[in-house]
């Protein structure tokens, strides 16, 4: 099934152009993940106890914990996008890969702000240079630069195969923060599921003294962060970016006649 779409600047012969409609699985998902957010955001809010040490702030961490999982499922895509590229040269193998970078990007900053939320009240400070929140900013920073490096160069193939080697070599920032607070005894960010190398005030001993409610409400909304939500917008950004191919295609033709 396809719509009918109006493009400008393709002259009267490519003005019309038949783009395919949504797949009705991407509905389908679309919707799932929507629910999965607001009863995620219920169990977060209402259903889960107030924590007796840190306040209400402690709820942010049912989607702070979550939309780095979510980061690490977008960002791994970007992997399997980037090694199937450079073994294919197929251009789906890189839309793949430079919608995990920026969905990646984009749940890891939720990450980023809901822990500074957190920090303000527990840590007294919004932002301190601990070994896990510096690495996470350099995580950052490092796929903001794969970003940049897309936008440098311009012949397609050689950018396809640059940012597919640097999509790849980028995940170790990836694997440090998820590490660095198991293997650096001087860090302050708790470990909250499994032994920690940290002292007794960091460490995360938070789903077994926790309060009514806590695990389900992490539950709820750990498969809605670390899967739905990111597959469903690598999908959307996905569709968007081979439209976008597909309009410049027709404007190559269409100057070339």
Do not use: C
């Not at 923060?177 to 190398?197: A, E, K, M």
């Amino acid at each position: 099934m396809t719509a009918v779409r109006e493009v400008p600047g393709l002259g009267l012969e490519g003005s019309q152009i038949q783009t395919p409609a949504r797949p009705k699985a991407l509905t389908i998902l679309t919707v799932v993940t929507v629910i999965g957010i607001l009863f995620g955001l219920y169990m977060a809010l209402g259903y889960a106890g107030t924590d007796v040490d840190q306040g209400d702030v402690q709820r942010v961490f049912y989607i702070h914990m979550p939309a780095f999982l979510g980061a690490f499922t977008a960002l791994l895509g970007t992997v399997i996008g980037g090694v199937q590229y450079l073994r294919t040269r197929q251009v789906k193998w890189d839309n793949l890969a430079l919608a995990g970078v920026e969905v990646g990007v984009a749940l890891a900053l939720i990450n980023l702000i809901t822990g500074m939320i957190w920090a303000r009240p527990i840590w007294n400070t919004w932002w301190t240079w601990d070994p896990r929140l510096t690495s996470e900013a350099i995580m950052v920073l490092t796929y903001a630069a794969y970003l940049m490096l897309r936008q440098s160069i311009e012949n397609p193939e050689q950018r396809r195969r640059f940012a597919a080697v640097y999509g790849i070599l980028a995940f170790v920032t990836v694997l440090i923060v998820l590490l660095i607070t198991r293997i650096r005894p001087d860090t302050i960010h708790p470990v909250v599921i499994g032994p920690s190398v940290q002292n007794d005030v960091a460490e995360g001993a938070f789903e077994v003294a926790a309060t009514s409610g806590v695990t389900a409400a992490l539950m709820s909304n750990m498969p809605v962060w670390a899967l739905l939500v990111p597959i469903t917008l690598m999908w959307y950004r996905i569709r968007q970016e081979n439209f976008a191919e597909h309009i410049q295609a027709l404007k190559t033709k269409v100057m070339n006649q």
